[in-house]
């Protein structure tokens, strides 16, 4: 079974490929008009992008293998976690030198004349979508088995009132799909016709991703504790 230091280290990894993927994309805004940095905060755009949605689906079925098994493991599997991380960084930037030896092919192109983005939707939906849609579809197939597991496990646990129970139960379905990628279902959507209002939802849900994944597995009571004990020192004393 994988332990929790495996997840953790999954999730700086998918909070640095998330922030890095947002400040590239701010920076992109400066370098419309100039081709070769347009080209260069594309490709770091998509391939920030990619590694967070690999990072996602390795979480996601870490978060399945774990409510699959009752085995503690106390120490980390270097091998295991060395696999994860090339899966997370290295599938992604298979995808991006491929992508760059199409574009030295005149096959592909980073950076247009409105965006710093991949130019072409049969690019965008090959190279990008393709993937992306992939994963989230693997990662609801984890968060199904993972909630029939936590359903299965509480079940068979005695003593919590039913009240608080459900409220476990929501919480933690609530954690772990965070990790899953739904917020970029909106996105996926919007590219449906008629449906291009989902665009709005989509830039509020993926730009806040970050945040819902930090306050879905760091957000605790002890942390909250801390917090609230550290306001009370630090007010004046009347």
């Known amino acids: 079974s994988c332990t929790h230091n495996d997840k953790t280290k999954f999730l ?13 994309f701010l ?11 347009c ?16 990072c996602m689906n390795i979480i996601s079925y870490k978060l399945f293998h774990t409510f699959q098994n009752t085995t503690v493991v106390s120490t980390d599997s270097f091998p295991r976690l060395l696999s994860g991380f090339i899966y997370v960084t290295g599938i ?16 592909f192109q980073y950076g247009g004349p ?11 939906g090959l190279f990008f979508n393709l993937p992306i849609g992939v994963i989230i579809l693997v990662n609801i197939i984890f968060f199904c088995l993972t909630t029939i597991a936590i359903n299965k ?10 009240i608080y129970d459900r409220q476990q139960r ?30 709005y939802v989509f830039v509020f849900l993926a730009s806040s991703n970050g945040l819902f994944v930090s306050l879905s597995f760091t957000a605790n009571s002890r942390m909250l504790n801390n917090i609230r004990n550290s306001l009370k020192w630090h007010e004046p004393s009347k």
């Open 92 to 107: 992604p930037l298979v995808i991006v030198i491929t992508c760059l030896v199409l574009q030295l092919n005149g096959l």
């Open 12 to 24: 700086v990894v998918l909070f640095i490929s998330l922030l890095f993927g947002h400040v590239v």
């Open 170 to 199: 929501i919480a933690i379905h609530i954690k772990t799909s965070t990790a899953v990628g739904f917020t970029w279902l909106t996105g996926l959507l919007s590219n449906i016709p008629y449906m291009s209002f989902m665009r």
């Open 114 to 124: 409105s965006a710093c983005w991949i130019v072409g939707s049969l690019n965008i």
């Open 153 to 162: 496990s509480m079940n068979d646990a005695a003593g919590a009132s039913s």
């Open 27 to 37: 920076l992109s805004g400066f370098f419309a008009g100039h081709s070769i940095m």
């Open 39 to 54: 080209a260069i905060t594309g490709t770091f755009q998509h391939y920030f992008w990619l590694s967070s949605f690999f």
